[in-house]
């Protein structure tokens, strides 16, 4: 059974072993700033108590951005990203969030490809800005409140 819960600090080993075996994004440190931010909310895509999936939303004003969201490799193209931004979507409306943003790499083109789906335009480049040296597209979708 596939469920989607939010994950609190005290379940930061689970980020970090989920990072580590998908796009090991970041460090522990990393993790623990990033539950400190305001207006972070952290989910976890479930299947029965193992945690396959994690999207880090932050919320500011009318506005959120997805920092982090990763699927365990051994799960991905089964429809269980798409749940989870689905997930992601309607709280946004929900929340009258006007836009979602996130950024991804020019190399990642099957992310990108998966954004595009939820009609996430680039908006901005960002040259240079991950570790191997590639660009990071700065997307965006506008989303309908109620």
């Known amino acids: 059974m596939i469920s989607i819960k939010q994950i609190y600090e005290k ?3 689970l980020c970090c072993e989920l990072d580590s075996n998908t796009i090991s994004l970041w460090s522990k440190e990393q993790w623990v700033n990033e539950f400190k931010k305001d207006g972070v ?9 193992l945690i396959i999936g994690i999207c880090v939303l932050q919320v500011v004003l009318d506005e959120a951005q997805i920092n982090y969201f990763a699927v365990n490799k051994k ?32 190399k990642n083109i099957t992310a990108e490809r998966f954004y595009n789906r939820f009609d996430f335009f680039t908006v901005g480049v960002r040259r240079n800005y991950y570790k191997d040296g590639s660009d990071a597209l ?5 989303l309908t409140t109620k």
């Open 75 to 106: 799960f991905r193209n089964k429809g269980l990203g798409t749940s989870l931004m689905n997930y992601l979507i309607k709280l946004c409306e929900e929340l009258n969030i006007n836009r979602l943003l996130l950024e991804v790499s020019k």
């Open 41 to 49: 909310k952290v989910f976890g895509l479930a299947l029965e108590n």
């Open 138 to 142: 700065l997307k965006e979708k506008k």
């Open 11 to 13: 379940d930061i080993d």
